[in-house]
């Protein structure tokens, strides 16, 4: 079945990038996303990428896509302490089904 | 634009109870689903509907239930609670292409 793996921590200095990784194992995958969730709240979709691609940028924001390798990252330029959260990756296929990481844990220290 | 509401944000319940947690968007979404998310295991799929009548189980479809009579609501209904569904859900629409997906904020639920 399908399968998207994480690492569970990530702990960056404030002003530092962040590089969360991602594999997956759907090679039919149409949609890969990042979503943010902070504690006590619901996810944020933060951004998502077509498969035909494999970069996408947005403000602080770079997804960069693999597709032969199933890999996705999300890099976070110039990390704040607002940016300590849990962020999952997730895909979808033409099954329409959305099946998620189990979150990477980031922590920005001062 | 209300998007997907959730209801209620937090409930306790004794084991053995029931209870539903309402699903409703206003964006005439096809898709919608229900996930629970607990502690080092991320988002796992209970059930999902693709349109209005249409329902499918999804990873851990055990001890709930649910029906789509429209295509606003979704409700998912725990009949039995135990322990083991003490978690948070979150509630989900989606276009069929799934470029876009929407969730709700969440619902806290603990079985005591």
């Known amino acids: 079945g399908e399968d998207v793996e994480q690492s569970l921590f990530l702990s960056v200095r404030e002003g530092d990038s962040s590089v969360i990784n991602c594999t997956y194992t759907d090679s039919s995958s149409t949609y890969l996303y990042w979503y943010k969730q902070e504690p006590g709240a619901g996810l944020q979709l933060l951004t998502y990428?077509?498969?035909?691609?494999d970069m996408k940028q947005d403000q602080r924001l770079t997804v960069l896509l693999n597709k032969k390798d199933k890999h996705l990252s999300l890099r976070i330029a110039d990390t704040q302490t607002g940016d300590s959260a849990i962020y999952f990756c997730a895909e979808t296929s033409n099954t329409d089904k959305l099946i998620f990481g189990t979150g990477t844990r980031l922590q920005v220290f001062p | 634009n209300a998007g997907v509401t959730q209801t209620p944000k937090f409930q306790v319940l004794k084991t053995g109870q029931s209870m539903t947690l309402q699903c409703a968007q206003d964006?005439?979404?096809?898709?919608m689903s229900w996930y629970r998310q607990d502690p080092g295991m991320g988002l796992r799929l209970i059930h999902y509907s693709v349109g209005a009548g249409i329902t499918d189980q999804g990873e851990v479809p055990n001890g709930y239930n649910v029906s789509r009579s429209t295509t606003e609501d979704f409700p998912l209904r725990l009949l039995s609670a135990a322990p083991s569904q003490t978690s948070v859900y979150f509630c989900?629409?989606?276009?069929?292409?799934?470029?876009?997906?929407?969730f709700g904020e969440g619902s806290w639920l603990t079985v005591v």
């Open positions: 990428i077509f498969s035909n691609m």
């Open positions: 964006m005439n979404h096809e898709y």
């Open positions: 989900a629409s989606s276009t069929p292409s799934g470029n876009t997906i929407y």
